[in-house]
């Protein structure tokens, strides 16, 4: 199991080693194929699940096939769409209008820009998370949307790169230091920055406008996953 999204309508999980992805109770749909890219694309790898912002359809990712499906709530399939061969799409969030997804795909760290219509997706644009010089491997993980602006952390530059996109095209703008190794996931907390760092065993909390690290917790084991919830008093 790799990802989990529960609505009104079921519970949804993506089987990234099986490929498919299971109505909790109900229906299993498996995908077939592989892809270009000979250890990371040999099967189907199911990755991320999630609703669309209409509430009436289930997106999945499938790094394997470089594909992102759209079904309905019972897993029966109204579209996909390609990402570009051999960048293995990850991630995926809507823009807070909910006409554009934008992709995190993890294999060549890029972003695809997508529009989104009442269940089909179209590409608009790809580009690197990632500065120009920076050679050394890396691999896009968690992405984020926040006030017209599209976060990714970036595994191995550890950073996290921010992007807008303006006129149908998605432009890089610069990376933030993550203050620790291989930044699984981050979220955006008001002007902070949470990142889990899971090589360093850490996580981090870095200022929006500053960009300055603010604290750090050390010592948590291989920490990959981060949500916030505020507490009503």
Known sequence: PCHLEVTDKGKYIVNYLSGNIVKMGEKIVTHKGNGIHPTRQE??????????????YILCTDLGLDKIFVYT?????????????GHGPRHLIFSDDGKMCFVANELESTVTAFQYNDGKLEAVDTVSCLPNDFIVNSTASAIRFSDGFVYVSNRGHNSIAVMQFVNNKLRFIKSIDCSGDF???????????ISTNEKSNDVSVIDKKSLKLIDIVKNIKSPVCVIYHKISK
């Open 43 to 56: 099967a189907p790898h199911t990755h991320y699940v999630t609703t669309s912002p209409d509430k009436k």
């Open 73 to 85: 709530m019972n897993l029966e399939k109204v579209s996909e769409v390609d990402a570009p061969k």
């Open 183 to 193: 930044p699984r996931d981050f979220q955006i907390v008001g002007d902070y920055f």
